[in-house]
C-alpha cells in the first residue's frame, strides 16, 4: 500500500525524515491520504518548522527503514479521529522544534572535520615545492 511521509532536503546528503518524539520513542507518521500529510505539512511550516516535502512510499519499504533505524511508525488512516491525548500529537504538530536535527548536527561535523588533514597536507606541499 502506499503512503505519504514528510521528508526534509529531499534530493540531498541531508535528507531527513519528519519523527515525533514521544517519550523515549521516534515516531514516523505514514499518512494515508495525501491531502492529510500536506496539512500536516502545513501545520508544521505555520510553526516555523523547515518546510518538508510530502513524498509517497510504499508502507513495507517504511516500516522496514523505520525497524532496521530503531523507529516506530504509525499509520493515520483517512478519516481519522484522536480519541486521546497521545492520538492529538499525530493530528498537531508540537509547538517546538529540537534545536538542531541529526542531519544539521552531522553537516556540522563535516564541516568542522578537515578534508585532508594537515600533516598530509604539508607533504603535498613539499612534494610539489620539489618539483619546481
Known amino acids: ?26 515516531l514516523v507518521l505514514m499518512f494515508e491520504e495525501e491531502d492529510d500529510a500536506t496539512r500536516y505539512a502545513l501545520l508544521l511550516e505555520a510553526q ?10 510504499d508502507d513495507q519499504e517504511i516500516e522496514e ?10 499509520l493515520i488512516p483517512q478519516g481519522f479521529v484522536p480519541q486521546s491525548d497521545a492520538e492529538r500529537l ?4 508540537p509547538e517546538r522544534n529540537v534545536e538542531e536535527t541529526d542531519w ?19 607533504q603535498i606541499r613539499r612534494r610539489l615545492e620539489g618539483l619546481l
Open 1 to 26: 500500500m502506499r503512503v505519504f511521509v514528510l521528508l526534509f532536503n529531499v534530493g540531498t546528503d541531508n535528507e531527513g525524515l519528519h519523527t515525533l518524539r514521544i517519550g523515549d520513542r521516534d
Open 48 to 57: 516555523d518548522f523547515p518546510a518538508p516535502s510530502v513524498e509517497p512510499i
Open 65 to 74: 527503514f523505520c525497524q532496521s533505524a530503531g523507529y516506530y511508525c504509525q
Open 90 to 93: 499525530l493530528l498537531v504538530p
Open 104 to 122: 544539521q548536527l552531522e553537516a556540522q561535523k563535516l564541516r568542522d572535520e578537515p578534508a585532508i588533514a594537515e600533516s598530509d597536507l604539508e
